[in-house]
Nanobody, 123 residues
């Protein structure tokens, strides 16, 4: 079993930065970690993912060049650095863990989910 707890969300103005953290516990070895987001009335969508070693990362086109995913396995923590935030980035951000090694980008690829942390970007 894997437990995930997100932190770092908040209310910021457009153009600002935030760093989200996801603390993982349990059997986290070899898991791919991902971030998803869900805006009100919208489906949950993929944001970024990183393999166990960090060798493979993926990100959605909408955040490329602005968001960076990283992980510190010694601390069992995954990060999402979000720069140049836009109002359309407003959503609840979820951390997730997958046993799929190669580029899991679908919601159904992930077995474990955190409770989410809200991010609101004002214009």
């Amino acid at each position: 079993q894997v437990q995930l707890v997100e932190s770092g969300g908040g209310l910021v103005q457009a153009g600002a930065s935030l760093r989200l953290s996801c603390a993982a516990s349990g059997r986290t070895s070899s898991l791919t970690m991902g971030w998803f987001r869900q805006a009100p009335g919208q489906e949950r969508e993929f944001v970024a993912a990183i393999s166990w070693t960090g060798a493979i990362t993926d990100s959605a086109d909408s955040v490329k060049g602005r968001f960076t995913i990283s992980r510190d396995n010694a601390k069992n923590t995954v990060y999402l650095q979000m720069n140049s935030l836009k109002p359309e980035d407003t959503a609840v951000y979820y951390c997730a863990a997958s046993s799929i090694y190669y580029r899991p980008v679908r919601v159904r690829d992930y077995e474990y989910w955190g409770q989410g942390t809200p991010v609101t970007v004002s214009s």
